[in-house]
C-alpha cells in the first residue's frame, strides 16, 4: 500500500497550499490503492459498516457497472464528506470561449488547410479554466463520441474554485510554463515535454507554479484513452505502461468558501459550498488520473527503405465502436533516427478519412520547417490534401540519405476519425496564418514524359 510523504498540504496547519509534494504510482491502468492517512483504506470489503475515522465510502464509475471485466472501470473513494456535500444549486455561467460539438458556424468554412501562430499572453487573470480557447470540435458531446481541441492559456491559479467536466476526459499537454492538477484523487505537476490525463468527473484545481502557462487539451467526449495495440511490435516501445504515473493519495481539509463548476452537455453550471470538496483520504481502483513523460516514448521506424503509416507513433488512443477506427489517437512525433535508403523521409502527400490538428510542443517539424512555431497549431481536416512544402520536399529529395538524427523537435496529433469544425475564434480571433496554403504554390511541375 502506498502513503504519501506527507498528506496534503491545506491538512497541515500552517503550510502554504503551494508546498505540496506530488507523489506517484507506476502503470498505466493498474489497480492502485493507496492512503494519506494510515489505516484509512478499508482491506477485504469496499463498503464497510463502518469506514476508518468516520470516512465515507463512495464509488466513482468510469464506465457502466456490466461493462467487460477488461474495460470495467471505477475506484472506490474513503472521504469526509460524500460528494453530494460537494454540490449545492446550480446556476449557469458562461465560458463563451470553450466550446463544445456540435458546433458549426454557418459563416466559417472549416473546409480548407489552417495553421495558427501561438495564442498570445495578455494581463488578463485567466486560470485553467477561464483561460480554456476552442479551436475545433468534432462529433456530439451529447451522445459522447467525438472530440474537442483547446488552447489554455493560464496565469492565475484557481484557489478556492474547482472544476469538473461530466462531458469528457482530458488530455493535457503543456507547451510553457508549469501547472499543478490538485484532484480529488492526488497531485499532478506537468511541465512541457509531459502530458496529464484527467477522467470525466474527476474535481480539481489548478494551480500556476511557474506561469504564464500556455499548452493544449484535447477533450474526449468518448471511451477514455488506452494504450493501443502494438501488433507484431510485440510486448516493448512506444509508450510503456510503467512510465504513466498515478498520483497517491492526498487530501484537503478545508471550511472556505468554494465554488464547484461543472461542464455538463456543453453547459457550465457553479454552485457555492463552505470547504474543499479535495477530500478522499483513501483509495483503490483503476480509475484515476495520470501523467506521462513524453521523453519516454519508445519511437520505432524503417530501418531499411520507405517509412511506416503515421499511426507507428500513437501514443494513446481512444477507441470507437469500429474496430481499428479511432475516436481519437494522440500522437507524437519526437527526436529519434532517420536511417531509410532511397526513400522520401519526410511525411508524404497524402489525403486522409481521419482529421489532423497538430500542435508543436518546441522545435521544427521535418515536414514544416518553417511557420510551424512552438505553441502554433495546424488543421488538416479529412479528405483535405496536406504534406512537405516546397523547401521540406526539395530538401528530402536532394539530401544525402545517411544516418540523421533528428533533434529539437516535439510536435503532436490529435486525430479524429470526425471532421473538425473551427470555432468563431479560431477563424476570427486566433492568429490564423492567412498564407499557410500557399506553402505549396510553389510545387514545382516535374513531370518528363521521356524520363530524362
Known amino acids: ?266 453547459q457550465f453550471h457553479r454552485c457555492e459550498i463552505d470547504h474543499s470538496p479535495l477530500d478522499v483520504v483513501a483509495w483503490h481502483g483503476n480509475y484515476a488520473p495520470c501523467k506521462y513523460d513524453l521523453k519516454t516514448f519508445s519511437p520505432v521506424g524503417a530501418l531499411l527503405f520507405d517509412h511506416p503509416d503515421p499511426s507507428i507513433f500513437t501514443v494513446l488512443t481512444a477507441p470507437s465502436s469500429t474496430p481499428g477506427t479511432a475516436n481519437i489517437d494522440f500522437v507524437l512525433f519526437r527526436d529519434r533516427w532517420n536511417v531509410a535508403e532511397d526513400t522520401f523521409r519526410p511525411p508524404w502527400y497524402h489525403k486522409n478519412i481521419m482529421s489532423e490538428l497538430m500542435g508543436n510542443i518546441h522545435g521544427i517539424y521535418d515536414a514544416k520547417p518553417e511557420g510551424f512555431i512552438p505553441g502554433g497549431l495546424s488543421l488538416h481536416n479529412m479528405m483535405l490534401p496536406h504534406g512537405p512544402d516546397k523547401d521540406a520536399f526539395d530538401a528530402a529529395t536532394n539530401a544525402e540519405l545517411k544516418p540523421k538524427f533528428m533533434a529539437n523537435t516535439m510536435s503532436f496529433m490529435f486525430e479524429t476519425r470526425f471532421p473538425q469544425h473551427l470555432t468563431t475564434f479560431a477563424a476570427m480571433e486566433a492568429p490564423l496564418q492567412d498564407d499557410y496554403a500557399d506553402c505549396w504554390a510553389s510545387l514545382d511541375k516535374q513531370f518528363d514524359p521521356t524520363g530524362e
Not at 165 to 171: G, I, M, N, Q, V
Open 1 to 266: 500500500m502506498t502513503q504519501p510523504a506527507q498528506v496534503a498540504d491545506a491538512h497541515i496547519s500552517g503550510q502554504s497550499r503551494g508546498q505540496s509534494n506530488a507523489a506517484y504510482q507506476p502503470g498505466f491502468g493498474n489497480d492502485f490503492e493507496t492512503e494519506a492517512l494510515a489505516g484509512a483504506l478499508p482491506q477485504g470489503r469496499n463498503s464497510p459498516q463502518k469506514c476508518p475515522f468516520g470516512l465515507y465510502a463512495e464509488q466513482l464509475s468510469g464506465t457502466p457497472f456490466t461493462a467487460p471485466r477488461g474495460h470495467n472501470e471505477r475506484t472506490w473513494c474513503y472521504r469526509i464528506q460524500p460528494s453530494v456535500k460537494h454540490v449545492g444549486r446550480f446556476k449557469r455561467v458562461d465560458l463563451p470561449l470553450w466550446n463544445s460539438a456540435p458546433n458549426v458556424i454557418d459563416d466559417v468554412i472549416s473546409l480548407g488547410q489552417y495553421r495558427w501562430n501561438p495564442l498570445p499572453h495578455n494581463e488578463d487573470p485567466l486560470t485553467f479554466i477561464t483561460g480554456m480557447r476552442t479551436i475545433t470540435t468534432a462529433g456530439n458531446v451529447h451522445t459522447q463520441e467525438g472530440m474537442a481541441s483547446h488552447v489554455y492559456l493560464a496565469n492565475t491559479s484557481m484557489e478556492d474554485d474547482y472544476f469538473y467536466s461530466a462531458d469528457s476526459e482530458l488530455l493535457v499537454v503543456p507547451q510553457e510554463g508549469q501547472l499543478r492538477f490538485f484532484t480529488e484523487l492526488g497531485i499532478i505537476d506537468v511541465e512541457p515535454q509531459e502530458i496529464a490525463i484527467l477522467p470525466r468527473g474527476l474535481v480539481f484545481r489548478v494551480e500556476v507554479l511557474n506561469g504564464p502557462a500556455r499548452g493544449f487539451v484535447c477533450e474526449n467526449y468518448g471511451r477514455k484513452f488506452d494504450l493501443p495495440d502494438r501488433g507484431p511490435i510485440g510486448a516493448n516501445c512506444l509508450a510503456n505502461p510503467r512510465d504513466f504515473k498515478t498520483p497517491v493519495a492526498a487530501f484537503e481539509d478545508r471550511q472556505q468558501h468554494s465554488t464547484v463548476t461543472i461542464k455538463w452537455c456543453g
